[in-house]
């Protein structure tokens, strides 16, 4: 497009500045540090060690959470009004306790870290206390036994007797050997141990083998008893035969490769697994891993079949205490939440006192609560206030190719919109070679041109929209994927990622390169930024591994006025690019050029009218897998008395052969 023209970023606002020109004089505003404990002993810490630290004489919260380093992504939360002022009440009922005793409340969309809050006792150093929360990280432990071998799917319905190895049961309970790893994960054991045995068995520390005392002392096991009981003695066994088939101790093992995989390491853990201590930032890694399908930063932690399993409906609860919406999996629970009709799946682990990881895939949210409330209801907010605040987000759920989109004919339609066109220019538009990723630049005007890069990148399935570092705009892709241009400079992708930026060189560096395309051979295709409106295109070919000083292309493309944007085919066959001539539809238009058998270019063809219009277009670009052609398309809101602004358009790239067939 005209330089002119450009596409730009949408303003990057800190909301904490926002709210605090907004509520001058409330007591929520985020401090300049969040609350922390200047000391404290992580083999000390218990419930009542929290109760008894004294309460926050302010609430603390942030709409922006800073980057502390510790593998979370931060962001904003959207300055959408509505979403912001709901959740932002509830912070205010939750710090005047209207909905009990708790102690933080941390929200997660979209991947990244978006609202964090604390109140009484909680410090965003303290590692909080589970309860039986616990129980969903010792779950996770299974899974990770079975990602590395340890344990097969299969042996979840094995005796346990089979897999709690070197360790001898003497005279257990009849019906013993029908005990599975799945009954004892779904809280279906069918042990049954009188209160005044358990009593006895917990007093003396539950022994040096927990699972002979309680096997010892149950009455017998039958099918009639195998239903749903909560209970402590499930996890314990359970974390029992973990101890038996993984090296070293199931402490260890949880330390090694489940929390540290994650980059959770100050915790605190009992050995008899009565309860662990957590932070919030940290318990939101754990639901991440859940809602990544078992995946930290692409390495698959947990495995994802019985993560799959371990997240489903099992078995029906059958306790007074426990909703009856609510189902049970592998010591993770489900139910539904409806917003305006529509369900919402959720995974959450839940731990006494109103400890809850909540994970809502459908709407990539997880949110992480703790607390020290004795009559645990703050499910409901999350169900009446959360979940409604971001299921009427502007950001859907997208799955398959292309953004989820359907696409086009040979009649070009807009692409994404309210995703990828918004009320800000969407330009620079592409997909990477692999078709995981789509990078597009944004541009607002508001009395000064800002920009910012934008990334949606597909991760199972899905996409998920980021931010990324603004460097330049209108980055592209060689084909195989191994450089990634930004005008006259560019990087290259190396075993951690990508290079520094370089330079293409000195012959380069006078051109001020606003849009540049590289073929399969290396060759270079660029423009120029003029103020004039007579830019040229220009190429440079890789010689013998050198790369040759750039050139001017023939009067068959440089002729006219705004010559931009080139698209070069990977294999040379043809170039693309927007101009002005006196035989176009009216503004800048899109011109073709095919190779003709002599390795000369052909004459322009204009790509016609279901292209261009009496608008601008311009940009034209082809998908990596050569289905479709996106190009941008100046446009006139249909609301309100915005002046035209450039929009992503693509169209089934047959359109092209169609005119190959006619030069």
Same mark, same amino acid.
């Given at each position: ?7 730009i ?41 929290e ?11 942030d ?6 380093a ?9 300055f959408?009004?509505?979403?912001r ?8 009922e939750?710090?005047?306790?209207k909905?009990g005793?708790?102690d ?7 991947g990244k ?9 909680g410090r965003?150093?303290?590692?909080h206390?589970?309860a039986s929360v616990?129980? /969903?990280y010792?779950?996770?432990?299974i ?5 590395? !071998? ?6 979840l ?5 089979h897999?709690?190895k070197?360790?001898?049961? +003497?005279?257990?309970a +009849?019906?013993?050997e ?16 009188s ?9 003396n ?17 039958s099918?009639e008893?195998?239903?749903f ?11 029992q035969?973990l101890?038996s088939?993984?090296p070293?101790s199931?402490e ?10 994650i980059g959770?390491?100050v ?7 009565e309860g ?6 940290d318990?939101l890694?754990?639901g991440?891993l ?9 390495e ?15 078995t029906?609860?059958t ?8 189902s049970y ?11 305006k009709?529509?369900?919402y ?7 006494g !006192? ?11 949210l ?5 607390g020290?409330?004795g ?16 299921a ?12 989820g ?7 070009p339609?807009a ?9 800000d220019?969407?330009d /620079? ?19 000064k041109?800002?920009r ?12 998920h ?9 209108n ?18 992708r190396?075993?951690? !990622?990508w ?5 293409l060189?000195?012959s ?6 606003m849009?540049?395309?590289a073929?399969r +051979?290396?060759t270079l ?17 890789l ?16 002729t ?12 040379e066959?043809?170039?693309?690019w927007?101009g002005?001539r006196e035989?176009?539809?009216?503004d800048s ?5 095919f190779r ?14 279901k292209?261009n219009?009496?608008?601008?277009e311009?940009g034209p ?19 309100g008395?915005a002046s ?11 359109i ?7 030069q």
């Amino acid at each position: 497009m005209k330089t002119t023209k450009l596409l730009i970023l949408t303003i990057v606002i800190s909301l904490n500045t926002v709210f605090a020109q907004e509520n001058t004089d409330s007591p929520h505003l985020a401090n300049d540090k969040a609350p922390e404990l200047a000391t404290f002993d992580i083999n000390k810490l218990s419930y009542s060690f929290e109760q008894s630290l004294p309460d926050l004489s302010n609430a603390f919260l942030d709409l922006s959470p800073a980057d502390r380093a510790d593998g979370i992504t931060v962001g904003n939360l959207t300055f959408n009004g509505n979403k912001r002022a709901s959740i932002m009440q509830l912070s205010r009922e939750i710090e005047e306790g209207k909905h009990g005793k708790y102690d933080g409340m941390l929200i997660s969309h979209q991947g990244k870290l978006v609202f964090e809050s604390y109140y009484r006792k909680g410090r965003i150093n303290l590692p909080h206390f589970q309860a039986s929360v616990t129980k /969903a990280y010792i779950s996770l432990a299974i899974g990770r036994a079975i990602q590395l !071998g340890y344990l097969t799917m299969k042996d979840l319905n094995k005796p346990i007797t089979h897999l709690l190895k070197d360790i001898k049961l +003497k005279k257990p309970a +009849k019906g013993a050997e029908n005990i599975t790893l799945h009954h004892l994960l779904s809280m279906r054991s069918g042990i049954r141990v009188s209160a005044d045995d358990l009593e006895s068995i917990i007093a003396n520390g539950y022994g040096s083998n927990p699972t002979q005392e309680f096997l010892k002392h149950s009455a017998a096991i039958s099918f009639e008893t195998q239903t749903f009981k909560y209970q402590g003695i499930d996890p314990r066994i359970t974390w029992q035969v973990l101890d038996s088939v993984v090296p070293g101790s199931a402490e260890d093992f949880m330390k090694n490769e489940v929390l540290a995989k994650i980059g959770v390491n100050v915790y605190g853990w009992k050995k008899d697994v009565e309860g662990s201590n957590m932070t919030s930032r940290d318990m939101l890694k754990l639901g991440a891993l859940v809602m990544n399908k078992g995946k930290w930063n692409d390495e698959q932690i947990i495995s994802a079949e019985y993560l799959a399993r371990a997240t489903s409906n099992v078995t029906k609860p059958t306790e007074d205490w426990i909703p009856d919406n609510f189902s049970y999996g592998y010591f993770w629970y489900q139910t539904e939440m409806s917003v305006k009709g529509k369900s919402y799946k959720t995974k959450f682990a839940w731990g006494g !006192g109103g400890q809850y990881i909540v994970t809502v895939e459908e709407l990539d949210l997880i949110v992480v609560i703790t607390g020290h409330d004795g009559e645990d209801k703050i499910m409901a907010q999350i169900s009446e206030t959360i979940i409604p605040a971001f299921a009427n987000d502007e950001f859907p759920l997208l799955k398959g190719p292309y953004l989820g989109q359907k696409p086009p004919g040979l009649t070009p339609k807009a692409f994404a919109p309210g995703i990828v066109n918004t009320e800000d220019w969407g330009d /620079a538009g592409g997909f990477s070679p692999d078709m995981n990723e789509f990078y597009v630049t944004r541009w607002r005007h508001n009395g000064k041109r800002e920009r910012k890069s934008v990334t949606f990148k597909k991760i199972d399935n899905r996409w998920h929209e980021i931010a990324v570092p603004d460097e330049a705009p209108n980055p592209y892709f060689s084909p195989d994927g191994k450089t990634l241009y930004f005008g006259k400079r560019y990087k290259e992708r190396t075993k951690d !990622g990508w290079s520094e930026m370089k330079s293409l060189g000195p012959s380069f560096e006078e051109i001020p390169i606003m849009g540049l395309t590289a073929s399969r +051979k290396g060759t270079l295709v660029f423009d120029e930024f003029t103020r004039d409106g007579n830019g040229i295109l220009r190429y440079s070919r890789l010689v013998d591994g050198n790369r040759e000083a750039p050139k001017v292309l023939g009067k068959e493309i440089n002729t006219g006025k705004w010559n931009a944007h080139p698209f070069i085919a990977p294999d040379e066959s043809y170039i693309m690019w927007d101009g002005e001539r006196e035989s176009g539809y009216g503004d800048s238009d899109i011109y073709i050029s095919f190779r003709q058998k002599d390795g000369s270019w052909g004459k322009a063809i204009n790509l016609g009218d279901k292209i261009n219009t009496e608008a601008e277009e311009g940009g034209p670009k082809v998908t990596p897998d050569g289905k479709y052609l996106f190009f941008n398309r100046m446009v006139t809101p249909t609301i309100g008395d915005a002046s035209p602004q450039s929009d992503l358009f693509w169209v089934d790239a047959q359109i092209i052969e169609n005119l190959r067939s006619k030069q």
